[in-house]
């Protein structure tokens, strides 16, 4: 019966060699609209290892160059802002917040391996404010930090890189070029955070924490986060720019934004969420439309066959089978176009062409392979349906 069936399946080559190519260029499209979409999902799924309620932020800054004024500046507004009542702590960032769509980087290498590090200068009281977990290790003081070799935190994106398996801990690594190593900077390792990322829909990144001193050494920008005393938020909002224009002069300093933690979060969301919701929409679109032209490829090619199917009829052939025969062949047409595209998707993963992740690469092959599959079955099922229900008689008549 099989080789019976294959036979049937040569002798159409030509017309089945149509459907192949369809199927080899829709696999592609649906495994790349699954794989994006797993991805984003993927990053997704990761926590933001922070707590963000009841956090209000602002910005600030200057282009005065004076350090002097700069750092009392923020000694005052430190002081004057903690004092408010409805003020439980308060964080200056030198470099960017969480949920800014902005990044400060550097290059760190250790014995010839060299990664790019994201930047998180902040206070001594960002670990108090944010209650962010270490996987190990302690946040230095305000006093180690000013040491030689700096104290600094790590991701366990940025250990991998630079140490391995090797526990990090008191290891030393460098900033700079790793060919110019008067010009480098030693940094040794305190602690490591869990994954961090800067929002929701990005991927952890290869960070680096290290403490500062607001106003020591410092340009004329802070980003400064403020924990709130629950239920008052509004109070906050209300009266934080008259309180920060009581310390700061405002001929010389602006305010950039007045927010919290949980609008930037949102803001930011529906930025890369609309990304995420149009490749979701497409996806569709693209199944819908796969499935309509397998059902209308795979009907035509039916109606093409009829006299064939009424013999088979003819001769003892049950609805059943005829079905079960036509979902048997779309199966095999099926395989014969997934199976290059199969082939073009492991080299460019195996040489390196496209940065593929692997679990989702692999997580996206298996579910292309049924989703495709399915729908081919479903396809084929409903022409064999009326295939199988239509009479010899009818059938040998209408050839």
């Known amino acids: 019966m099989i080789n019976h069936i294959f036979r049937l399946m040569w002798n159409q080559k030509k017309r089945h060699s149509l459907i192949v190519f369809e199927i080899f260029i829709v696999f592609l499209v649906i495994f790349g609209t699954i794989y994006l979409l797993s991805r984003d999902l993927a990053k997704r799924l990761v926590p933001i ?39 439980e702590n308060v964080c200056f960032n030198r470099t960017n917040m969480p949920f800014e769509d902005s990044y400060s980087s550097s290059s760190f290498n250790l014995n010839g391996k060299t990664v790019v590090l994201y930047f998180r200068e902040v206070d001594s009281n960002y670990s108090r404010l944010t209650k962010i977990k270490l996987l190990k290790g302690r946040w230095p003081t305000l006093a180690e930090s000013k040491l030689d070799p700096i104290p600094a935190l790590l991701t366990p994106e940025a250990v991998d890189t630079l140490f391995g398996a090797e526990d990090p801990l008191g290891k030393i690594f460098y900033r700079g070029d790793p060919d110019k190593s008067q010009a480098q900077r030693k940094y040794v390792v305190y602690g490591v955070t869990h994954s961090f990322k800067q929002q929701d829909y990005d991927k952890p990144e290869s960070a680096i924490f290290t403490l500062y001193e607001p106003g020591l050494h410092d340009y004329g920008y802070a980003g400064v986060m403020v924990k709130l005393k629950p239920g008052t938020k509004q109070d906050y909002f209300r009266n934080i720019e008259k309180e920060i224009f009581k310390v700061v002069d405002p001929n010389v300093w602006f305010l950039w934004s007045v927010s919290s933690l949980e609008e930037q979060r949102a803001a930011i969301n529906a930025q890369y969420g609309s990304r995420f919701l149009s490749r979701a929409l497409v996806g569709i679109i693209i199944i819908v439309n796969a499935l309509l032209g397998f059902i209308g490829v795979l009907w035509y090619n039916t109606n093409q066959r009829k006299r064939e199917l009424g013999l088979r009829k003819a001769f003892g052939a049950t609805s059943v089978s005829l079905r079960r025969q036509l979902i048997f062949e779309s199966l095999v047409i099926n395989l014969f176009g997934i199976l290059p595209a199969l082939f073009i998707l492991a080299q460019v993963y195996f040489m390196g062409i496209y940065p593929f992740e692997a679990p989702i690469f692999f997580f996206s092959i298996v579910v292309s392979i049924l989703l495709l599959s399915f729908l081919i079955v479903l396809a084929a099922w409903y022409p064999g349906k009326i295939a199988g229900s239509t009479q010899p008689a009818v059938a040998l008549h209408a050839d």
């Open 49 to 87: 290892p922070i707590e963000i309620n009841d956090v209000g932020t602002f910005k600030l800054y200057t282009d005065d160059t004076n350090a002097v004024m700069i750092k009392k500046t923020f000694n005052d507004l430190n002081s004057h802002i903690r004092q408010l009542p409805y003020v």
